[in-house]
């Protein structure tokens, strides 16, 4: 079967969704291909903040209403240092700036609503999705649908919004792209829990090693702990989980529940320059991943999705090139910028708290940043700048 569309999005997460949302109200046509079932992609449970940035541009494009309501502002951080908690009031020190409490899989399932609602073609269950003729004028994708049906679509553009994991960027050259990539050189196991959450997020720095719980929603929680690279999830039972995040929480009374999710988190980054081969445009985790480290992963894919969609009204409606040709400069500028972020947050939380790590001298300095972030207003309002996004 042979049809046409302007743009092909190819993956269906926070980037693909955002990307299929704005270009429709941009009067752009597109057609959304997904590896997955809907119900699949409805319940991947990861992210859980919109960073203020993120508000902004659903406020922009008038989907803020459809995709937000309800869910609370992300106003105060906690860090508990060796049991002692200090409250980052990141409303006041970010100007009023604050991003929202989202759950990933609430944000998904709502852009998938809007879409769906307003007449997008999202199509699931699409197996074999290649593209095809990247570096010329008439790009194409084939795939087969879940009957064995095989397609192809003709398109202007593709935007490659399928994940690390995805088709997309394995199909550029590799000499086409430079690739940093970098290992933090710790692990994180998180879990997810049916637990009565945090009042607010918060992070807690020990001895013990690094840990941090986040509310998903007003009966879920997810826990993140500090443990070595190669630590497998069986090596973390449901008692150790709670003894763990009890000790390093300093919280002798934190409230239990099943255990619904559990996984090692793989500390790297990873970050492929340019964003673009020939009519494709990467968008997301298939151009670059961070570490959950200061909530940017999803943040990051919705921030292209914005810039490329602004570029792809300009290229289709005015024929105006200048736009998609400056995209991979826009979006890598802001993704070094939080990639440091990460890294430099991830170094303060971990350094603080375990000698082990980095020595005995790192540990201060690690503490001595600390002391600043909470008794110095300019250290509070950088650090409360970063977390806003932008
Ligand atoms: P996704 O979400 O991986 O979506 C890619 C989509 O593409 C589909 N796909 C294909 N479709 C067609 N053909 C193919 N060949 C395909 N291959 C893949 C997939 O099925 C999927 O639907 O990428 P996207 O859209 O770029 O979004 C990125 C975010 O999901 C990711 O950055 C965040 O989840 C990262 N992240 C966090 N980000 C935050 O901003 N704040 C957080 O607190 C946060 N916590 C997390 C996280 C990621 C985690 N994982 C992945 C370990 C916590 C965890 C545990």
């Given at each position: 079967?042979?049809?046409?569309?302007?743009?092909?999005?190819?993956?269906?997460?926070?980037?693909?969704?955002t990307l299929a949302n704005l270009l429709r109200l941009a009067g752009v046509g597109c057609v959304v291909l997904e590896r997955q079932s809907r119900s699949h992609v409805a319940r991947r449970q990861r992210a859980g903040v919109l960073d203020y940035a993120s508000t902004r541009i659903f406020e922009e494009w008038g989907l803020a209403e459809t995709l937000l309501?309800?869910?609370?502002?992300?106003?105060?951080?906690?860090?508990?240092?060796?049991?002692?908690?200090?409250?980052?009031?990141?409303?006041?020190?970010?100007?009023?700036?604050?991003?929202?409490?989202?759950?990933?899989?609430?944000?998904?399932?709502?852009?998938?609503?809007?879409?769906?609602?307003?007449?997008?073609?999202?199509?699931?269950?699409?197996?074999?999705?290649?593209?095809?003729?990247?570096?010329?004028?008439?790009?194409?994708?084939?795939?087969?649908?879940?009957?064995?049906?095989?397609?192809?679509?003709?398109?202007?553009?593709?935007?490659?919004?399928?994940?690390?994991?995805?088709?997309?960027?394995?199909?550029?050259?590799?000499?086409?792209?430079?690739?940093?990539?970098?290992?933090?050189?710790?692990?994180?196991?998180?879990?997810?829990?049916?637990?009565?959450?945090?009042?607010?997020?918060?992070?807690?720095?020990?001895?013990?090693?690094?840990?941090?719980?986040?509310?998903?929603?007003?009966?879920?929680?997810?826990?993140?702990?500090?443990?070595?690279?190669?630590?497998?999830?069986?090596?973390?039972?449901?008692?150790?989980?709670?003894?763990?995040?009890?000790?390093?929480?300093?919280?002798?009374?934190?409230?239990?529940?099943?255990?619904?999710?559990?996984?090692?988190?793989?500390?790297?980054?990873?970050?492929?320059?340019?964003?673009?081969?020939?009519?494709?445009?990467?968008?997301?985790?298939?151009?670059?991943?961070?570490?959950?480290?200061?909530?940017?992963?999803?943040?990051?894919?919705?921030?292209?999705?914005?810039?490329?969609?602004?570029?792809?009204?300009?290229?289709?409606?005015?024929?105006?090139?200048?736009?998609?040709?400056?995209?991979?400069?826009?979006?890598?500028?802001?993704?070094?910028?939080?990639?440091?972020?990460?890294?430099?947050?991830?170094?303060?939380?971990?350094?603080?708290?375990?000698?082990?790590?980095?020595?005995?001298?790192?540990?201060?300095?690690?503490?001595?940043?600390?002391?600043?972030?909470?008794?110095?207003?300019?250290?509070?309002?950088?650090?409360?700048?970063?977390?806003?996004?932008?």
């Amino acid at each position: 079967m042979r049809e046409s569309t302007p743009v092909v999005v190819i993956g269906a997460g926070p980037a693909g969704l955002t990307l299929a949302n704005l270009l429709r109200l941009a009067g752009v046509g597109c057609v959304v291909l997904e590896r997955q079932s809907r119900s699949h992609v409805a319940r991947r449970q990861r992210a859980g903040v919109l960073d203020y940035a993120s508000t902004r541009i659903f406020e922009e494009w008038g989907l803020a209403e459809t995709l937000l309501a309800g869910m609370p502002e992300d106003r105060v951080l906690e860090i508990r240092v060796d049991g002692e908690p200090h409250l980052l009031d990141m409303r006041a020190l970010s100007g009023g700036r604050t991003g929202r409490a989202i759950p990933q899989q609430v944000l998904v399932a709502r852009l998938m609503a809007a879409f769906l609602d307003g007449g997008g073609d999202l199509r699931f269950d699409a197996g074999e999705v290649t593209p095809h003729d990247l570096d010329g004028t008439a790009p194409k994708v084939t795939y087969r649908d879940a009957d064995g049906t095989l397609h192809e679509i003709a398109c202007d553009y593709i935007a490659g919004c399928d994940g690390y994991h995805g088709v997309t960027r394995e199909s550029v050259p590799a000499e086409a792209m430079t690739t940093y990539s970098y290992d933090h050189g710790i692990g994180w196991f998180t879990v997810l829990a049916d637990a009565p959450p945090p009042r607010r997020p918060l992070f807690a720095i020990s001895a013990h090693g690094f840990a941090a719980q986040f509310p998903r929603g007003p009966a879920a929680c997810r826990l993140y702990l500090e443990c070595a690279p190669d630590d497998m999830p069986a090596d973390w039972n449901d008692d150790r989980v709670w003894e763990q995040s009890r000790l390093r929480l300093g919280d002798d009374a934190l409230p239990t529940g099943p255990i619904t999710d559990k996984a090692v988190v793989e500390m790297r980054s990873f970050v492929v320059d340019p964003m673009r081969y020939g009519r494709l445009f990467l968008v997301g985790d298939a151009a670059h991943i961070i570490t959950p480290m200061g909530g940017k992963g999803m943040n990051l894919a919705i921030a292209d999705a914005d810039v490329l969609a602004r570029a792809l009204r300009a290229a289709v409606h005015d024929g105006d090139e200048e736009p998609l040709a400056a995209y991979s400069a826009t979006c890598l500028r802001r993704v070094w910028n939080q990639q440091e972020f990460s890294r430099w947050l991830t170094e303060l939380t971990h350094e603080a708290g375990d000698s082990a790590l980095a020595g005995t001298f790192r540990r201060q300095l690690a503490r001595a940043r600390l002391d600043r972030l909470f008794a110095s207003g300019p250290a509070g309002r950088a650090f409360a700048d970063l977390m806003a996004g932008g």
